[in-house]
């Protein structure tokens, strides 16, 4: 079976990086606070403490995963062919939203935890321990939208287990998992409107789940293909 290597690391966390759902949350979240705080340099702060709060949990997810899928059968084929169909199955649905957005099942955050989301953003203002916080929630309610790649990666990191190659590895996936979201919270302080950001979010959010529906398929193949 393949062992994780950089090339890999790289390419799996660029795409998790352009998820909407991620898109969407920062961006609510930087409206409100734009129209709360009195300076930007507190919107500023505040957006960097809750991605700062979204690497952390994310980070720790992985380092929490790593041996309980390690620890499947010995990770046997059975249990890596069982992770590579959930991988390829994430795909088809991220291509079904594509198509058919909102019909059926989507990999999505629960309606539910989104408005929860929305109450504890009006909690944030210039509060910066409830911005690491939210930032902690979101990663976690998250994950249905965002695991997938997440998952095939920690499934390949599996094969050796928790070393500091693969720990140093989650940490370069995670610091490209919020680059994006680093790029957006430096554009709207230097005076983006997150109305644009928003906008350009709905047009091309389609797109963004076609990506990656594909490069779930094709990552979800190669990892049968490796075994058989």
């Given at each position: 079976m393949p062992e994780i290597n950089l090339p890999i690391v790289i390419g799996a966390s660029l795409i998790d990086s352009i998820n909407p759902c991620a898109f969407g949350v920062l961006i609510f979240l930087l409206t409100y606070l734009a129209a709360s705080v009195r300076r930007k340099i507190h919107m500023l702060i505040n957006g960097l403490i809750?991605?700062?709060?979204?690497?952390?949990?994310?980070?720790?997810?992985g380092l929490l995963l790593l041996p309980i899928i390690q620890e499947l059968g010995a990770f046997s084929v059975a249990s890596y062919l069982v992770i590579a169909a959930i991988v390829i199955i994430a795909g088809l649905l991220e291509i079904k939203d594509f198509f058919m957005y909102g019909k059926g099942f989507s990999l999505s955050i629960f309606p539910s935890e989104a408005e929860r989301i929305k109450k504890y953003v009006k909690r944030v203002s210039g509060k910066k321990l409830t911005a690491f916080l939210l930032g902690c929630f979101v990663a976690i309610v998250e994950l249905p939208c965002?695991?997938?790649?997440?998952?095939?990666?920690?499934?390949?990191?599996?094969?050796?287990?928790?070393?500091?190659?693969?720990?140093?590895?989650?940490?370069i996936y995670n610091v490209i998992f919020v680059l994006p979201l680093l790029i957006i919270l430096y554009i709207v302080y230097k005076g983006i409107s997150t109305e644009k950001l928003e906008n350009w979010r709905q047009k091309h959010k389609g797109l963004m789940r076609l990506s990656i529906g594909l490069i779930l398929i094709s990552l979800g193949i190669w990892m049968v293909y490796t075994v058989i």
């Open positions: 809750y991605i700062f709060g979204v690497f952390i949990t994310y980070f720790a997810a965002t695991g997938a790649v997440y998952l095939a990666v920690l499934a390949l990191m599996s094969l050796s287990g928790i070393t500091m190659s693969n720990i140093s590895f989650l940490v």
